[in-house]
């Protein structure tokens, strides 16, 4: 069998000014990086103001297993298929992070003949944007020991810095560490630790904003540490936010590549799906909106997180109105969700599948609840039956969706092309996309709704401090911020074995965090983990360059 | 005044293709990043095997004062005035490094009419090459920890890992810390800290390295932990260097862009002058000399340190020759030198230019020792007399060496039109250069050498367990490996405050370290900062973007 990277590296890209006429994006609006890639210009983007945007189709999923079920390989698939029935179309979708490569084998962007393309540079440097979002990260946390070291005259509390480092690697040694030992000239020691760039909050910021000014205005709003008196410290406060939008002014141009076979892809930005919103960014999204008729995009996760977020955080905050939604369904992930182990997947179980359909049928019904009409996409495993595919069908029917079954993995574009008749047609008519709650809503009473009408939870258990914190935050003026949820993406409860579609569990807040230049509550309910480890035998062990200078072992 | 960013975002770029044409790279070898920069393509480079270099012109200085000598502006107007006399000519210097333009205003690449450009990308991101050092440096440092955490089958001794993580900020907090806080988890606590990445000597790795397979040899070498038995852990027993260079596969492609003239520069690496060799990368200056008959380079700080590495460690480990040194002097830093404070610079002192002079006596004799033809370049200010200059023309002539004055500074290449002519003149013969010492002369006989011949030391102290570290890694195989001073770059000794030519002084040996990687042994006298701290008011408070999006605060 053909691999992933044997399908990428056999492709013949084409030059990256023909890609951008696929959008009539001209060739001077163009900033090459490498041969394959390329920024968009910022001040060409700033003249698309005023278009009409195009049709945003978002791609989502059941819960995740361990059995796959192709989010990010039917995205790429639906953008080709609506391509070849002569859509004018664009994909849109996160940039990988580099330091987990190096744990486990790393993720192409797709898969078999649905990828997107030069498979190694995006899961490397890619254009460099992860870095340097780092240093800008990185140049807030110095300026802020640097601000104690000369004198505090903000008077910050040591003990109470939120603002921890950065850095793109699985490196748990950083997790929990003292800085400022060795004496006078190095500070005043005090508790702190690193996360992975993907988690940083600047991350969020970018991914959140139309433009630089919006992004210097949320850098500066951050909160980075408090006074004895808790009162909040800013970034605008330590000074920072100019020099870390001059770092930023490049990365907040979005990328353009291409698929297997030659649609335009956006590739920009990529935040954490737990403590942030999991989306790639609003000016990848925007620009596209304004330069195809048809955009398909993603969202980190099952529906349950990633189109929540992607609704009620991005779309609310960018006055985004998605025209559709599709929801991604393997029979495999549908038998897992269903009770079977791993090992019996290659079975035909009709049982398992229809038991399994309570979480498909509990995902439509979420995401049809945002006003926005749905599709199931099948993407297919050449082991599935006919009689298991039935049975996902009738599903979705019963939910009054169409399922239809889609081979972009093993067909391309081709394979998605009734897929993208779907589309085209669920989309002739107006959207009537409305976010779960409304701005004004207590943010308790939010996370109630997301519990209770999307998780199907039976209460929300939060102690005093925490129910005292939401209220602080209210009366400081953050009572309009949307909440983003951090729980695990393999349950609609947070408990990881709950699979399937549970009805009246309990979900534990064990933690808030305002993210205030991002614009959210992030509610944390269970372990979330902000830097990764790399197990005992990490890829990186494996990788390296072969006799004729070819990459081995990253994927 | 016209200040150095105004004439810089004044000029009108040519297009990288024409920039390459002139020497004729094709435009398949480049690969662009962004609309003025440009890697050269590995395979392209391969394909350079062969052709007969061309000539090789370092540009060094006398020690330097906060006067200024203008190393970078005459190497920039050297190689402009080259070609604007009809030669066929390349600059090769270092790259900058991102941390410290965000603690003092940033430095440009060049000065006046004598710049390479884009000045801001430079100053920045540019092409990434850091940022990848930095991330294949900290994939060594957390595989390290990883390995300890999975068993430590290798026997580290946890109190003995040498290797460090970096970070391309300034950033005291982080020069001494304590890792793996938190419990069991995270692993074994340990006390280590950051280096600024230019420190990295995965950059001294990258920087003396042929080729990829040459860098992963390096890279495979670097000592980064030793067993309770003293013996050493490698980065090959870790197994990381395949990864690592997989992450520098495009870092080791050299970066081309252009002087304000359209000469072809390329700005490669930059390893630090003090705890490594301080000049741009081997694969630059030899892609060079393979495309240009005149390659003009510079090395940091004075002769002393300088030249004597580039002559010592570049030259000698990467083969290859030098024809021709310029050492640059101005009548303000010669002044200087002479005992004059600087806010008195502004009046003539003949006097004192001609006692400041033994600094420049020293350095001409101590170039023409390495059997290289030596010029003088009097980087002229304007409140310069005549009755100066005389006296700088006198102290070159009493030495056997022209000093020819320049004016590139305010007139480009045109002010260098002469010291251009001396230098083809000057490079018709043979070079006869040889480096100080043999391969095979012992540890401390080579820094005595170094000491008493370059330094004019009447002694070099050290105590019996620095000896013993340098006898242990003769007995090693590190006996052939040459020395990297790290010394104050003010005097000829080790006390900055010893200015002009002294003699008879002694060399005190705090530390030496072994880079088996980079290749040699660093000996330390003095206080060696390898990372920076912010100051009381670092320029980043001052950075941001003007309301046209044009950076300020920067310069």
Known sequence: MTTDIEIARAATLRPMPEIAAKLDIPEEALIPYGRDKAKLDAAYIDGLNGRDPGKLILVTAISPTPAGEGKTTTTVGLGDGLARIGKRTAICIREASLGPNFGMKGGAAGGGRAQVVPMESMNLHFTGDFHAIGAAHNLLAAMIDNHIYWGNSLEIDERRVSWKRVVDMNDRALRDIVVSLGGVANGFPRQTGFDITVASEVMACLCLSRDLAELQERLGRIVVAYRRDRSPITCADIGADGAMVVLLKDAMQPNLVQTLEGTPAFVHGGPFANIAHGCNSVIATQSALKLADYVVTEAGFGADL??????????????????????????????????????????????????????????????????????????????????????????????????????????????????????????????????????????????????????????????????????????????????????????????????????????????????????????????????????????????????????????
Chains 1, 2 share one sequence.
């Open 306 to 555: 990633g189109a929540e977020k992607f609704f009620d955080i991005k779309c609310r905050k960018a006055g985004l109105t998605p025209s559709a939604a599709v929801v991604v369904a393997t029979v495999r992930a549908l038998k897992m969700n269903g009770g079977v182990a791993k090992a019996d997947l290659g079975e035909e179980n009709v049982a398992a599948v229809e038991k399994g359909c309570a979480n498909l049928a509990r995902h439509i019904a979420n995401t049809k609840g945002f006003g926005v009409p749905v599709v199931v996409a099948i993407n297919h495993f050449t082991a599935d039956t006919e009689a298991e595919i039935a049975a996902v069908r009738a599903a979705a029917e019963a939910q009054g969706v169409e399922a239809v079954l889609c081979t972009h993995w093993a067909d391309g574009g081709a394979g998605a092309e009734a897929l993208a008749e779907t589309i085209v047609a669920l989309t002739e008519g107006a959207s009537h996309f409305a976010p779960l709650y409304p701005d004004d809503m207590s943010l308790f009473e939010k996370i109630e709704t997301i519990a209770r009408r999307i998780y199907h939870a039976g209460e929300v258990i939060a102690d005093k401090k925490i129910r005292d914190q939401l209220r602080d935050w209210e009366a400081a003026g953050y009572r309009d911020l949307p909440i983003c949820m951090a729980k695990t993406q393999y349950s609609f409860s947070s408990d990881p074995a709950l699979i399937g579609a549970p009805e009246g569990h309990t979900l534990p807040i064990r933690e808030v965090r305002l993210s205030a230049g991002a614009g959210f509550v992030v509610v944390i309910c269970g372990e979330i983990m902000t830097m990764p480890g790399l197990p005992r035998h990490p890829a990186a062990e494996k990788i390296g360059l072969d006799d004729e200078g070819r990459i081995t072992g990253l994927f």
